[in-house]
């Protein structure tokens, strides 16, 4: 199975399947002397951990983090650093619980990538769906963390914004609430609300799809290029690339085809900060590909989980008609768990755009643009 990396200079290798002995990545191109330790890579996948609530699955996995290669302790300074060398990250799978899967062996769950991977490979790893399944996100979620440390001035935070039909109230938005429930949710008036609904969702044995929102902001202007490595481009890739995503947009999005030219412009002014100051941001913070020094914004919609315990009709890997109940540890809504993976792949794409930025430009130009 190939293409399984992703990056241009910032690249990232993920290996290893749901029920296999271990998971984890290898990132080449990370630049030198950069400070970082396991605990901080620990911080962020200890985000994305499962079995934290009642709301995601109850597998339980550690996910603790091994560094195998790529950084030195400085003798001078006792601070563990970066090498320039491939960082690779080793992630064990300990609560594996394979029999679990055994009455869909041979059996396609609808809605899942079951089928598809076996109608290309002609073999499929039943036992929780192998490299389709977002358990492999973890070891994005742990390059995601070096990522950031590439890009120190740049804050990347991710929200739950919706739950099935149900948006949150937009003007209650507070990042600190973020971390204060298990939802991820920035709107603390929604949280009891989505929670009873969940609960409805997760006894009836179902599953419910959710929009996630990313802002990443101190982004500095001119990373991007036309017209094919375009940076709204990339991060609609990267996020297209995370597991049961299905849609994906970027500032006003589709509401953009409702708006008029005098709407959707983002009106500009000289501020006394010395860079241009923008009236609103429709544009996501990216004009032609290129980011222009405001918040990048981005959406994506995430679907409901295949593995229900609801009675699903489907096919044999025979042809013959059957039944399909999944049993098992899932999550009723895997939006949940999708928001640090949401910001890891933003932090890559950023990463690696930086780095294309600095190698072909130098450093990032400053208004105003003196000829």
């Known amino acids: 199975m190939s293409h399984n990396t992703f990056g241009h200079l910032f690249r990232v290798t993920t290996f290893g399947e749901s029920h296999g002995p271990a998971l984890g990545c290898v990132i080449d191109g990370c630049p030198p002397l950069i400070p970082i330790h396991e605990a901080e890579i620990q911080l962020e996948l200890d985000r994305r951990r499962p079995g934290q609530s009642r709301f995601t699955t109850q597998r339980q996995e550690p996910d603790k983090v091994r560094i195998l290669s790529g950084v030195f302790t400085d003798e001078k300074t006792g601070k563990q650093v970066t090498t320039g060398t491939p960082i690779a990250l080793l992630i064990e799978n300990v609560d594996q619980r394979s029999k679990d899967y055994s009455e869909i062996k041979e059996s396609y769950r609808p809605g899942h990538a079951d089928i598809a991977y076996d109608m290309k490979y002609g073999i ?77 969702i997760r006894k009836a044995g179902s599953s419910i799809g959710a929009v996630v929102e990313v802002v990443a902001e101190g982004v500095p202007p001119g990373l991007g290029a036309p017209i094919y490595g375009k940076l709204d481009s990339e991060l609609a890739s990267s996020l297209m690339s995370i597991n049961a995503v299905k849609g994906v947009e970027i500032g006003a999005g589709f509401a953009s085809a409702e708006l008029t030219g005098e709407e959707n412009a983002d009106e500009m002014y000289a501020s006394n900060a010395g860079h241009p100051a923008f009236s609103s941001n429709h544009a996501g913070g990216v004009l032609g590909g290129i980011s222009t020094g405001q918040p990048l914004v981005c959406r994506f919609a995430v679907k409901p989980t295949s593995s229900i315990l609801q009675l699903r009709h489907s096919v044999t890997r025979e042809g013959k008609e059957t039944e399909v109940r999944t049993k098992g540890r899932h999550d009723p809504c895997v939006g949940i768990r999708a928001v640090p993976i949401a910001e890891a792949m933003v932090a890559c794409v950023l990463a690696d755009q930086f780095l294309r930025h600095r190698g072909q430009v130098g450093e990032i130009r400053h208004w105003p643009f003196n000829p």
């Open 124 to 200: 499929r790893d039943y036992r929780g769906g192998g490299r389709s399944s977002a358990r492999e996100t973890a070891a994005r979620v742990a390059a995601g963390a070096i990522a950031r440390k590439v890009l120190p001035d740049v804050k990347i935070r991710a929200a739950l914004v919706q739950i099935g039909p149900h948006k949150i109230n937009r003007d209650n938005w507070d990042w600190a609430e973020v971390g204060n429930n298990a939802l991820f949710c920035p709107d603390a008036s929604s949280v009891s609300f989505l929670e009873d609904y969940l609960d409805g």
